[in-house]
């Protein structure tokens, strides 16, 4: 099997991997970091759980960028997002709450974002956005505390 449907089941296996192993696995597992983000489900209010690529800024924030897999929808976990900006993040082991603040293609800093986040993932994003109309939000993933959590 190739092509979206493949990509989804490693990206399913690969956030497997990283939530069972309790982050021991998962930040690099496929060749560039990533993280968990945990949002608050916009109509279940049940957590929700995803793996995302991302790209650290200059300011110490985390960039995550909704391709959906350049998809003509945003992901679930965008929906979420603009619901509820209270998020939390695992990077490998540690833990953390963070703000989420969605860019949008027309904010100043989007495109130096972008630059950052598409190096990161060797232009993997450009190619996304070849497959659709939607021009794809940026998420700032901003600490709201310097307290980390480290999973035993």
């Not at 089941?9 to 690099?28: D, E, K, M």
């Not at 929700?48 to 110490?60: E, I, M, Q, S």
């Not at 986040?117 to 994003?125: A, F, L, P, S």
Request: aromatic share 8%; with cysteine.
């Amino acid at each position: 099997m190739s092509g979206p449907d493949a990509q989804a089941r490693v990206l399913r296996i690969h956030q497997w991997i990283y939530v069972s192993s309790r982050g021991f696995l998962g930040h690099r597992l496929i060749g560039v970091p990533t993280l968990l983000l945990t949002t608050i489900g916009q109509r279940s209010g049940g957590r929700r759980t995803v793996a995302l690529v991302y790209a650290k800024a200059r300011d110490g924030t985390f960039i995550v960028t909704a391709s959906n897999g350049g998809a003509d929808q945003r992901p679930g976990w965008l929906h979420n997002v603009l619901a509820n900006e209270s998020v939390d993040v695992q990077i490998g082991r540690r833990r953390f709450s963070c703000r989420a603040e969605v860019i949008s293609p027309e904010h100043a800093d989007y495109p130096a974002l972008w630059a950052k986040v598409n190096n990161n993932t060797r232009g993997r994003y450009d190619r996304y956005q070849q497959h659709t109309q939607r021009q794809f939000e940026l998420v700032k993933l901003g600490r709201l505390s310097k307290r980390v959590a480290v999973e035993n």
